[in-house]
């Protein structure tokens, strides 16, 4: 009898695995290497093309940014309107969706595109207010977003996992319209009630780990924080980890007093009509806050959440099958394919590509999705696009407790794959393993 392969050997045994349904029959047919080999290619590929015209691109969406800061600030003194609302929530919602969101990962960093590097983008108080302004401390997004939530997706160790975050509502027993009422009620604020805080916990969470300390033993670090939970007096244990003098100073001051009083401000000294343009600015910018909130929603939270996604119970190497599978199969796309569109969406809505191969340019993506989606219908690994409100809904509904995602069969998966306890380590903070 012949000897196993290496190949051979790194695979589980089948038949001492329980049958799988139908619409996860693909898994026990899947060969891990050959869709790995096949995916990293591209990747390879699309690093290659990764150029100039990215770099050309990379100014023309700068400059869409930059006209609708220009348009909303230019009408913020106006009554309120929908011209100016909307320029400026679109202000607020590409500087962080497509410029910081891609330039922090170290998409461009290897062409020569300025001061849009990894290396400094948004770091410390005076960057963050020139380069990207938003809730997030942007220290903190790198660790929450670019290490935990793009190698450890949909797994426990996930931030963003929004069935276990929701937990405390799809368990309540409450019925199910004020269950969507709850959920309706945080869309307009999500960012500065959840998402800052929370990105916030994962940075000092590093570093109390970072430090040689344990953590208290009250303190779950895969529960989410929030405002509420920060500032319970009855949770001094976290507490000690988010100081919430910290999170209102350094973390929401900066957009607060930047964005909601500096600009009023600047109107209220206007001789004879400055309190009445003041109070236009104000309300402008909270009603812009109100819908970039929904917009960043929509596109965001939506990428990795429906019954039709997957959710993990260990973690893989990166650059490995198993790791660019789950990439796939914990992802969905929306409808994609050209500039405005793609602006529309804040280019997540090419979340698939994003999460296979975290630090390349918009451009790149762009071209490279109908490239993974052949491969990926080639080896028959399920490739999820829809329309972003009907990923929308079906957000929602997991939210609420009406449906629940699906859990991979992870034994089925190659044991070579497989991270163990300790999961993946970094250097770096903007997601390339390459710089390891």
């Known amino acids: 009898m012949p000897l196993p392969t290496d190949k051979t050997s790194s695979m589980p045994n089948k038949e001492n695995l329980p049958l799988l349904p139908v619409e996860d029959a693909w898994i026990s047919r899947l060969d891990y290497d ?6 990293s290619a591209l990747g390879k590929e699309l690093l290659r093309e990764t150029g100039d015209d990215d770099v050309e691109h990379l100014n023309k969406i700068i400059s869409w940014r930059n006209i609708s800061a220009i348009v909303g600030l230019l009408t913020i003194w106006m009554e309120p309107n929908v011209v100016t609302v909307g320029a400026l929530s679109l202000w607020t919602y590409s500087s962080w969706t497509m410029i910081a969101h891609h330039v922090c990962h170290g998409g461009y960093n290897r062409v020569d595109a300025g001061r849009f590097h990894s290396r400094g983008f948004g770091l410390g108080l005076v960057n963050r207010f020139v380069d990207w302004l938003d809730w997030m401390q942007p220290e903190a997004w790198n660790i929450e977003h670019n290490r935990l939530h793009h190698y450890r997706l ?63 033993k009250d303190v779950d670090p895969e529960e989410a924080c929030t405002l509420v939970s920060m500032l319970d007096p009855r949770r001094t244990s976290l507490r000690e980890i988010v100081n919430p003098v910290d999170v209102f100073v350094k973390v929401l001051g900066p957009m607060f007093v930047g964005r909601y009083c500096v600009i009023p401000a600047l109107l209220y000294v206007v001789p004879g009509v400055g309190p009445t343009l003041a109070t236009h600015a104000f309300i402008n910018l909270l009603l812009a ?25 260990d973690a893989v190497k990166p650059k490995t099958g198993s790791f660019y599978v789950r990439q796939i199969v914990g992802s969905v796309n929306y409808n994609a394919g050209n500039d405005p569109l793609d602006f529309a969406h804040g280019w997540l809505n090419y979340q ?57 069969p992870t034994e089925y998966e190659p044991e070579k794959d497989k991270a163990g306890d300790k999961g993946v380590t970094w250097k770096s903070t903007n997601g390339s393993i390459d710089e390891d």
């Open 289 to 313: 806050e109100l819908v970039t909130n929904v917009h960043s929603f929509i596109t965001i939270v939506t990428n990795h959440a429906g019954e039709d996604m997957y959710y993990f119970k």
């Open 154 to 216: 949909n797994e426990g160790k996930d931030p963003d996992l929004v069935q276990r975050n929701l937990a405390f509502l799809r368990d309540k027993a409450t019925p199910l319209p004020l269950k969507y009422a709850t959920v309706l009620f945080f869309l307009p604020i999500w960012k500065w009630f959840y998402y800052a805080p929370n990105t916030f916990k994962e940075l000092k969470i590093n570093e109390w780990i970072k430090s040689g300390k344990e953590l208290p």
């Open 34 to 39: 050959a869709f790995a080999k096949e995916v």
């Open 352 to 408: 698939i590509e994003h999460h296979v191969w975290p630090d390349l340019s918009m451009l790149q993506y762009q071209r490279g999705a109908p490239k993974l989606k052949a491969i990926c219908d080639k080896h028959g690994v399920p490739y999820v696009q829809e329309n972003v409100f009907e990923r929308t809904r079906k957000t929602i509904d997991i939210m609420v407790g009406k449906k629940s995602m699906r859990c991979f």
